[in-house]
């Protein structure tokens, strides 16, 4: 399945020490956005509302009904045997329902197939996708808020980004201190990192500084950090202790 393999490997690549992380994000989320606006002009040529009857829709709205209030949860149900999750996630998760194009889009294999009742098929999808999420998808947030399940976004408190340095196995970490960060008011000499890393270059207001020990970093400034390849996981630990505990923070403090 194409679809599968594209999926995994976004887990995989997403979930690996990327160089470059952050335009490599922007490109990808660039690259889905023409694949979207591609998608919807496909399946609006596909599409044929003469084709659409009164029993098409009422048909449409009983499977829906039959997945959503049936065959979802016992789904989600199923699934959480892997990685158990609680009762409200999984409820929320059951009444997130089917929407989005990718059901439209498997309806188009046995449409390019020439199989017998495809079309019907593909009216059916279409017509359950658009109904059910014009109907459950306004009432997530209410039902995140009475499952208790949403949680206020907020901004990361330290961004960190790799560029790799090949020949002297470094990486050149681009670290921003956001306002949340706790890294503000603490000074260079304070972060103590790991042997072998230190802080080459601090932009503050567009101006560039080479910093000393008794630089005190703020606020929106953005720090160059090169550390040995094998120590940069523990760097990026040390100024993730710094950014959430202060100049105070322990060494061997625990970072999520």
């Known amino acids: 399945s194409g679809f599968a393999a594209v999926y995994v490997a976004a887990l995989v690549l997403g979930n690996s020490e990327l ?27 596909l599409l044929s509302p003469g084709r659409i009857t009164l029993s098409t829709v009422g048909l449409a709205l009983a499977a829906g009904l039959v997945l959503t209030l049936v065959a979802r949860p016992i789904s989600v ?4 045997v892997v990685q158990p999750m609680p009762w409200r996630e999984l409820a929320f998760l059951s009444w997130a329902g089917l929407r989005g194009a990718v059901p439209i889009v498997l ?12 079309e019907r098929l593909f009216d059916l999808v279409f017509v359950m996708v658009v109904v059910f999420t014009l109907l459950t998808g306004p009432t997530l947030p209410w039902a995140a808020r009475v499952l208790r399940v949403a949680r206020r976004s907020e901004p990361r ?8 340095l090949e020949r002297v196995a470094a990486d050149l970490l681009q670290v921003t201190i956001s306002p949340r960060s706790l890294m503000h008011g603490v000074e260079v000499g304070e972060l103590r990192l790991p042997q072998g890393a230190s802080v080459s270059l601090v932009i503050r207001d567009d101006q560039t500084l080479v910093p000393e020990r008794r630089t005190a970093l703020r606020a929106g400034d953005h720090l160059l950090v090169v550390t040995p390849r094998r120590q940069r996981e523990q760097t990026e630990k040390r ?8 100049r105070l923070a322990q060494w061997l403090g625990p970072v999520r």
């Open 157 to 164: 408190d330290l961004d960190v980004e790799a560029a790799p």
């Open 77 to 80: 149900a199923v699934s959480a």
């Open 107 to 118: 309806t188009t294999i046995p449409l390019a197939e020439g199989i017998d009742g495809s």
């Open 239 to 246: 100024l993730r202790q710094v950014s959430r505990g202060g």
């Open 19 to 45: 160089p470059h992380r952050g335009a490599t994000r922007s490109f990808a989320e660039g690259v889905a956005w023409l694949a979207q606006i591609g998608l919807f002009v496909m399946l609006g040529l």
